[in-house]
């Protein structure tokens, strides 16, 4: 039995070494230059990296990897993995003046993993050697491109002495609510969660048979936990293929991940719901009659609010293209479960709630809570009120607490957060021992055994004593009018003194409709006021693409709500107050 993602490299290495492990697009388009990295050619590498650390000592230790998009960082990052090292990945900072935000977290996270070797591409590592002067956290920290090392280095690679116990990474969160904080993933953790995913997703061998191999497509950045955890870590769990690409060339031209999806025809593709929307807004009638989707069996959908109105739309245009509305996968994870807590069932389509008839959106069927599926295989999810540390019935919103082998270590080198997130308790009405749980700081119900998210705790509104769900007033907004972009709409309150928190609403606003803010914004009003009851404060309307958001794609709504207080946000039309 494997014990590690390393055994399991071995194993399909010496079974199937010509086998192609991941494939990149290198311009995002299918037709265009490939690169191709075999199952004996990954594990080459990966040893000569791994060797390359063990030799300097480096076993036990953090090792920064800040490559750019491309199959370097998969061979570094199982390197790490392959030497006893511990990655930590990172976005490597390019572009304008190194990308401040960039260079800001990557300064944060070399100081907070005490990082003692910095792997990366040559053009990352050029940077950083002409930045160290103005950089003291780079002092005494070893810095290597990973291409360099040479392939000979792999003949010194000695096994690492691994348990499940032992620190596989760290995966930094995304701070969409604070700080990002290392989340302490094992490489018992890794297993579990990469058979939890494989169980939901229906990645099973007949299916892989079935799909000559081909799995997966996936545009997703890698240093984030769900293009880790399934693209790159699923598709070396099973010994299968991946096809992958720069979010960059995604962004640029979001048609290309149909056409992979269309030429390489994989089982499982998926990203947050704005890229489902991305889609949909560069849909032409070109692009349809080009398109074969009908193999794509797992089109999964999570990071951010599944929204009801999105699946529709996008069944409906895509349906000409082969696109079946059983593919939609909504699914829930998080970082400090490693990645997957729940998933839908395949071929089966998105369970939606549809709004009581006495509350907001009612009769609004775009306006459907969305489910996320059900606990993988050893998952257990319970909604809890934490104050008085009960269980809830099902159809109660409460905390979603979390418990199995998929649940991290904790947060590195934070004992606190680590005792207030990680050990949550609940006792067991059958033996009266307590059971364990992660606190997700995530809102929801059950209902049919199937969870539902409702918002952030941290982002709960609450004026007059009553409680608003961002999620809900952003939604009402969004309905509001054509013009303002799905997704793209961050709610929140802000203390106003004698007059108690007050609610403001941020929207991105599409170019072609500046001339129609002032009638946005009232109808913003009045859709909130009509569905919530609630009086809204303030309406700005801003830029596209400037609400800042984590890597996800998560809306970041403290940061939204600072940058309104400095007055630091691209608007569009004037704020009216009330």
């Known amino acids: 039995m494997a014990r590690s993602l390393v055994d399991l490299l071995t194993t399909h290495a010496s079974t199937h070494p010509d086998r192609t492990a991941y494939r990149y697009l290198v311009t995002g388009d299918s037709d265009g230059e490939t690169q191709e990295l075999s199952y004996g050619r990954l594990a080459d590498r990966s040893r000569a990296i791994a060797a390359w650390l063990q030799e300097r000592g480096l076993a036990g230790s953090r090792a920064m990897l800040l490559h750019p998009p491309g199959l370097e960082f998969i061979c570094g990052y199982l390197g790490c993995l392959s030497a006893g090292v511990a990655a930590v990945p990172g976005v490597p900072p390019q572009g304008r003046a190194q990308n401040h935000r960039a260079l800001t977290r990557m300064k944060r996270l070399i100081a907070d993993a005490d990082a003692k070797v910095i792997l990366g591409g040559r053009e990352v590592i050029a940077a950083l050697d002409t930045m160290a ?12 491109a990973t291409e360099d090392i040479p392939d000979e280095a792999a003949a010194a690679w000695r096994e690492p002495e691994l348990t499940a116990d032992s620190v596989a990474f760290l995966q930094y969160t995304s701070g969409s609510t604070s700080a990002p904080r290392g989340v302490v993933v094992t490489h018992g953790n890794l297993l579990d969660n990469e058979r939890v995913i494989t169980e939901r997703m229906g990645h099973t061998p007949d299916t892989i048979a079935e799909y000559g191999h081909e799995l997966i497509v996936s545009w997703l950045p890698v240093y984030h936990d769900m293009g ?46 704005f890229a489902y929307e991305l889609c949909l807004k560069h849909a032409g009638p070109d692009l349809l009659d080009d398109l074969d989707l009908s193999s794509w069996k797992v089109a999964f959908n999570g990071a951010e609010p599944v929204r009801a109105a999105t ?59 969305v489910g996320c599926g059900r606990p993988g295989p050893g998952v257990t999810v319970v909604i809890a009120a934490p104050e008085r540390r009960e269980e809830l019935p099902e159809g109660e919103v409460g905390e979603i607490w979390v418990g199995g082998a998929s649940v991290a270590k904790g947060y590195w080198r934070n004992a606190l957060a680590t005792r207030e997130t990680f050990r ?17 700081g995530d809102l929801g119900f059950l209902r049919d055994g199937e969870l539902f998210v409702t918002g952030r705790r941290k982002d709960l509104i609450v004026i007059d004593g009553r409680n608003h769900y961002p999620q809900d007033l952003e939604l009402s907004a969004e309905l509001s009018h054509p013009a303002l972009r799905p997704g793209c709409t961050a709610a929140f309150s802000v203390d106003c003194g004698t007059e108690g928190e007050q609610a403001v609403v941020v929207a991105e606003l599409s170019p072609d409709a500046v001339g129609e803010a002032e009638k946005v914004i009232d109808l913003i009003r009045s859709a909130i006021g009509e569905a919530h009851g609630l009086s809204v404060r303030d309406v700005v309307l801003v830029q596209p693409g400037t609400i800042p958001k984590t ?14 207080l400095d007055g630091t946000l691209a608007v569009v039309g004037e704020p009216s107050a009330v």
């Not at 002067?133 to 290597?144: K, M, Q, V």
């Not at 949550?424 to 997700?440: C, I, S, V, Y």
């Not at 890597?551 to 309104?564: D, E, L, P, Y």
Request: glycine share 10%; charged share 20%; hydrophobic share 40%.
């Open 424 to 440: 949550a308790a609940l006792p067991d009405a059958l033996t009266g021992q307590e059971r364990r749980f992660l606190r997700t």
């Open 133 to 144: 002067e103005h950089l003291p956290e780079l002092d005494g920290i070893a810095r290597i």
């Open 228 to 273: 880790l955890m399934g693209p790159v870590l699923n598709t070396m769990y099973l010994g299968t293929t991946a096809t992958l690409f720069s979010p960059l060339h995604f962004l640029q031209q979001p048609a290309r991940w149909l056409k992979a999806v269309s030429r390489f025809r994989p089982h499982t593709s998926g990203g947050p719901n």
């Open 551 to 564: 890597s996800s794609g998560k809306i970041q709504r403290r940061a939204t709500r600072a940058a309104h």
């Open 311 to 369: 699946l529709r739309r996008f069944a409906e245009t895509f349906g000409e293209a082969g696109f079946r509305r059983e593919a939609f996968y909504p699914c829930y994870g998080l970082a400090e479960a490693t990645l997957m807590v729940t998933g839908g069932s395949v071929d089966t389509p998105p369970t939606l709630l549809e709004p009581a008839g006495n509350g907001p959106h009612a009769g609004e069927a775009d306006a459907s809570a």
